[in-house]
């Protein structure tokens, strides 16, 4: 995701290459920085749970994607962070449902990176033809091709490296690439973490901006699980695409409803203005039961939206 597309997502949460203020190591950021306050990060208990309930749900509903069952059914690390890559670059900025027939038929024409790389520019550019932003076909095939001719076939095998080795790959796809495929502990911050993220601890600054954009950073590399760090990152990602959406999230069904500090705030707005109303018509003449009271109601249909709806501060 580009970092115009990482603006809209921040404007809507303060909403695959994210914010990241310079070319970092794709692991933990070792630079100093201001502590970020108590209450934008997590216990150490809060992140146990965190990790237990959002595996749970992701075991459970986790969409079966082509990209995935290749993944965890490839044995071969080389031929599992290619495939890998090939869906965290045709992902940045396009639609799930657009892309699985597009990846499907490209590893079905090139199963391995040497298989790529002995492509013409023609074949790759035919095969992307309607995805888009064809310098991303363009780039895979240079990696492809800087693989077999520099690294003796051999995918780079840390995020650091990917990052360093790879034409296009940044922070983001080295750090998916390598938790996925090699089981590497590193987060991963794309824009459905940043809105993830600053909604569980209230996020509201700029998340374009650097000490911002370290901060989330360094969130998601503490969080991540360090027994499933690749399906930890999946289930982050899964989690903002699928409940926690930029409008009208479905808070009943988020697994980590109760370390989400956003819907608790939501909550006791939503619950003050109710109570406000009925103080305001407590000395009225008695009427209507409050049941019965249609203005009573629509305040607590607005209420109900407000909790799926959510506007982190």
């Not at 990241?20 to 190591?25: A, C, D, H, I, L």
């Not at 965190?50 to 992701?58: G, M, N, V």
């Not at 492809?144 to 840390?158: E, F, I, N």
């Amino acid at each position: 995701m580009g970092r115009s597309a990482i603006k809209r997502v921040c404007k809507k949460v303060s909403k695959k290459e994210p914010a990241s203020p310079s070319k970092k190591p794709a692991g933990k950021n070792k630079d100093p920085s201001p502590d970020p306050a108590p209450h934008h990060t997590f216990t150490s208990e809060e992140t146990e749970t965190l990790r237990k309930e959002l595996l749970t749900w992701y075991d459970r509903c986790k969409r079966d994607l082509p990209w995935r069952r290749l993944a965890a059914a490839e044995m071969d690390a080389n031929r599992r962070a290619y495939s890998v890559w090939v869906s965290e670059v045709m992902l940045q900025q396009t639609q799930v449902s657009t892309v699985i027939d597009y990846y499907t038929k490209w590893m079905k024409t090139w199963p391995t990176v040497e298989d790529l790389a002995a492509a013409s520019l023609e074949e790759v550019n035919e095969k992307w033809s309607g995805l888009g932003y064809y310098s991303r076909g363009r780039r895979l095939q240079e990696g492809a091709q800087k693989v077999v001719r520099d690294l003796g076939g051999q995918m780079p095998r840390t995020a650091e490296a990917l990052q360093k080795l790879l034409p296009g790959v940044g922070r983001y796809t080295a750090g998916a690439v390598a938790s996925i495929s090699y089981g590497q502990v590193t987060g991963v911050v794309d824009g459905n973490v940043i809105r993830v993220l600053c909604r569980l601890r209230r996020i509201g600054a700029d998340c374009t901006s650097p000490p911002v954009a370290d901060a989330l950073w360094n969130l998601a590399n503490d969080l991540v699980d360090p027994d499933r760090p690749g399906d930890f990152n999946q289930a982050m990602m899964e989690l903002g695409a699928t409940v926690c959406t930029p409008k009208r999230a479905l808070c009943g069904e988020c697994p980590l409803q109760s370390l989400c500090r956003a819907y608790k705030k939501v909550e006791l707005e939503s619950a003050s203005s109710i109570r406000n109303l009925v103080d305001r018509r407590a000395d009225a003449p008695i009427g209507s039961d409050i049941e019965d009271c249609g203005e009573c109601r629509a305040v607590s249909r607005s209420a109900s939206d407000g909790a799926t709806g959510l506007t982190p501060s």
